[in-house]
T-cell receptor
Framework: GQQLNQSPQSMFIQEGEDVSMNCTSS?????WLWYKQDPGEGPVLLIA?????ELTSNGRLTAQFGITRKDSFLNISASIPSDVGIYFC???????????FGKGTKLSVIP | KAGVTQTPRYLIKTRGQQVTLSCSPI?????VSWYQQTPGQGLQFLFE???????NKGNFPGRFSGRQFSNSRSEMNVSTLELGDSALYLC????????????FGPGTRLLVL
């Protein structure tokens, strides 16, 4: 089946720093989604990408759909304490209805 | 627009029992997907329903089943519970079967003793 490798697994950063995390897939995807999950809650959709090369921003968040269609990255600029949480990437291959999720990147922000 | 709602939020059961979880999708959404989330395995797809029909199924045993009603609300049932079924069960809705954008509910945390 499709595999998603999300890295890093965890990050500790100082408040105000920029953050970058990425996902790579074993096969071509035509949809990439990025979610954030707070403890005890369901994942919340941050950014959706549907086209290779697409770069989309949502406030301090920016995500890109890689040209090879096998990767995506998420950047967070000027991190703040409420950015703490687990960030998941999810992708869907052509002809597939099923989303595959990465294992998540746990972000901790040190004030 | 109200988000995805799931009930109950927390549940404690014992081995061998069965459990039914409920999910109400966002108004107008017709596709409902269910996921199991555990620390070790991450988010794993259980199944997806659209227009009262199961369209996709993950690799879970037959003890896990679901259904969808005409108003798009969905239920998930787990029979003969095992300790390993302890997890956060998440429901997600989307407008169509393409699952292009899914919106998650808060989840039901199930503990099996």
């Amino acid at each position: 089946g499709q595999q998603l490798n999300q890295s890093p697994q965890s990050m500790f950063i100082q408040e105000g720093e920029d953050v970058s995390m990425n996902c790579t897939s074993s096969s071509i995807f035509n949809t990439w989604l990025w979610y954030k999950q707070d403890p005890g809650e369901g994942p919340v959709l941050l950014i959706a990408l549907y086209k290779a090369g697409e770069l989309t921003s949502n406030g301090r968040l920016t995500a890109q759909f890689g040209i090879t269609r096998k990767d995506s990255f998420l950047n967070i600029s000027a991190s703040i304490p409420s950015d703490v949480g687990i960030y998941f990437c999810a992708g869907r291959g052509a002809g597939s209805y099923q989303l595959t999720f990465g294992k998540g990147t746990k972000l901790s922000v040190i004030p | 627009k109200a988000g995805v709602t799931q009930t109950p939020r927390y549940l404690i059961k014992t081995r061998g029992q069965q459990v039914t979880l409920s999910c109400s999708p966002i108004s107008g959404h017709r596709s409902v997907s269910w996921y199991q989330q555990t620390p070790g395995q991450g988010l794993q797809f259980l199944f997806e329903y659209f227009s009262e029909t199961q369209r996709n199924k993950g690799n879970f045993p037959g003890r896990f089943s679901g259904r969808q009603f005409s108003n798009s609300r969905s239920e998930m049932n787990v029979s003969t519970l095992e300790l390993g079924d302890s997890a956060l069960y998440l429901c997600a809705s989307s407008p169509s079967t393409q699952q292009e954008t899914q919106y998650f509910g808060p989840g039901t945390r199930l503990l099996v003793l």
